[in-house]
């Protein structure tokens, strides 16, 4: 007799004839409490055996994404494709190298020019006809898609639906239900993570607007998310040549991130489905905070499709997505195995 496990855990058939496929009327059956063959049932199966309750928040307006410096000179290269507009040297400094490539200067008279590089002192715009910036007081833009004053949005349906299907392989109901939800948290432009003084504070940030962190238990699991714009400088996918960091998880005082600039950031660079990005950021981040693990075995990555010029890419196209806001079958064994998710640690109720 053979018993087929088909689709996922959901459903066990008798396979009568033993030839490997469950066809209905071929005596072969369905096995659950109320059918199955000859006196023999299933009792069920068990689907759920955790919950996990998510409290998540977003980000409120987006401030200070436009730098504004005074220009010192403009020099128009006859040969070259280029107009290099020199900065005076003042508050706008340090700037970060090439961060507002891809990105537009506007200048005094709202005229738009195409930014190609830029250095603390100089930027470098793409020639277009004859039009050159006015000298004064111009904006510089990166290529973010949120502006100043546009609210951070919440996480999308897409995104908690996955991580719903990501987490129900391992049996675990997840439920975005307690803690209240804040749509305007503080808004940050990037993590600091540069000392550890600094990563404390980032560390408490999270946890000063996780209301229901105190409830977390090891029979009773709560994570905390936080809809954020962009990680450190240096990984914000400004310039595009730089790494995008999709999400970031606390450890061990919890909650984490996932950032929404970051997220279509790279969506735009390679033409993907935004909120699949971030449904891919979501999964992998609470995987690390209900594993307490910080092993890079969390996702399943599509090695085929990885990018080979830019090692740690993990979204590539349509056909990664398929397998990759999945948990690996590592990931898996830690969440069946699990205590309880990453956050502060509580006495018994
Ligand atoms: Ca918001
Ligand atoms: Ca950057
Ligand atoms: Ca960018
Ligand atoms: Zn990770």
Request: aromatic residues 8%.
């Amino acid at each position: 007799m053979t018993l087929l496990l088909a689709r996922r855990i959901l459903e066990l058939f008798y396979d009568k004839n033993d030839d490997g496929m469950f066809v209905p009327g071929d005596g072969d059956c369905v096995m659950n409490e109320n059918s199955g063959w000859g006196n023999i049932r299933v009792s069920p199966l068990l689907t759920v055996w955790r919950r996990l309750h998510v409290e998540y928040d977003s980000m409120g307006a987006v401030k200070d994404n436009t730098v504004v410096a005074e220009v010192q000179e403009i020099v128009v290269l006859e040969d070259e494709e280029e107009i290099v507009v020199k900065l005076h040297p003042g508050e706008h400094l340090p700037l970060e190298e090439d961060r507002f490539a891809g990105g537009y200067l506007l200048d005094n008279s709202g005229a738009r020019f195409e930014i190609l590089g830029n250095t603390d002192r100089q930027v470098r715009l793409k020639k277009s006809g004859d039009s050159v910036p006015q000298v004064g007081t111009v904006r510089l833009r990166d290529d973010d898609v949120l502006t100043d004053g546009q609210d951070v949005p919440d996480l999308t349906p897409t995104a908690r639906d996955g991580l719903k299907e990501a987490m129900a392989e391992a049996c675990v109901e997840v439920l975005f239900d307690i803690g209240g939800h804040q749509g305007n948290v503080k808004f940050k432009g990037n993590l600091d993570l540069s000392t550890e003084k600094k990563s404390e504070e980032e560390q408490q940030f999270l946890l000063d607007h996780w209301n229901s962190k105190d409830k977390n238990r090891e029979n009773y699991w709560v994570i905390y998310i936080l809809v954020g714009f962009q990680g450190t400088r240096r990984e914000d996918c400004d310039p595009n040549t730089e790494p995008c960091t999709l999400g970031r998880y606390f450890a061990p005082g919890g909650g984490a991130y996932v950032f929404y600039e970051t997220t279509r950031d790279l969506a735009q660079k390679y033409n993907l489905c935004a909120e699949k990005v971030e449904r891919l950021s979501l999964v992998h981040e609470v995987g690390h905070l209900v594993t307490r693990s910080e092993s890079d075995d969390i996702t399943i990555w599509d090695v085929k499709t990885k990018d080979p010029d830019h090692p740690g890419y993990r979204v590539i196209n349509e056909d990664f997505y398929a397998l990759d806001f999945r948990y690996t079958p590592e990931c898996l064994r830690l969440i069946r195995t699990a205590t309880k998710p990453w956050g502060p640690e509580v006495g018994n109720p």
